[in-house]
């Protein structure tokens, strides 16, 4: 069974429920929104790109988050609605004690996802969301790669 069926069965059990309006319950049965994070890395996906092309065909948008870590697959990614890249820390170091990253070269894989996001994105935004992040040297360190 689809995904988009699935919901529809979710969605269903509110029907008729008193204060659920007939219009809003109507407008809740369609997606429109999907959310492509918290569930690994959704850029490895080797059919991520199919998959949004079909989202987009169906006039769903697309939210993806990113750990910054595959330039090559950031490149090669189809449009998204919304993109977004976690940046864990500002520093070398602070990244590899907060993430403790998978690959050696874990940093230059960062640097080059977002030299890729750079190229690709039109609009770049940051919210510091943890004292390591928030940290004034954090700061100055944030804003020599953005």
């Not at 109507?26 to 959704?42: D, F, N, R, T, Y």
Request: some cysteine.
């Amino acid at each position: 069974m689809s995904a988009m069926k699935l919901t529809s069965l979710l969605l269903f059990i509110l029907e008729g429920v008193p204060g659920v309006k007939a219009d809003r319950y109507e407008e809740g049965m369609a997606v429109k929104h999907c959310a492509l994070s918290l569930v690994g890395e959704p850029i490895m996906y080797p059919e991520i790109n199919r998959f949004l092309r079909l989202l987009h065909h169906h006039k769903i948008s697309s939210f993806l988050v990113t750990n910054a870590q595959f330039p090559e697959e950031i490149r090669t990614l189809e449009p998204v609605t919304q993109l977004y890249v976690s940046v864990d820390a500002s520093t070398k170091d602070s990244l590899k004690k907060i993430d403790r990253p998978l690959f050696k070269d874990f940093w230059q894989r960062f640097l080059d996802s977002l030299k890729a996001l750079g190229d690709k994105v039109p609009v770049v935004s940051t919210t510091g969301q943890s004292p390591w992040t928030a940290q004034s040297p954090m700061l100055k360190a944030r804003s020599s790669f953005l």
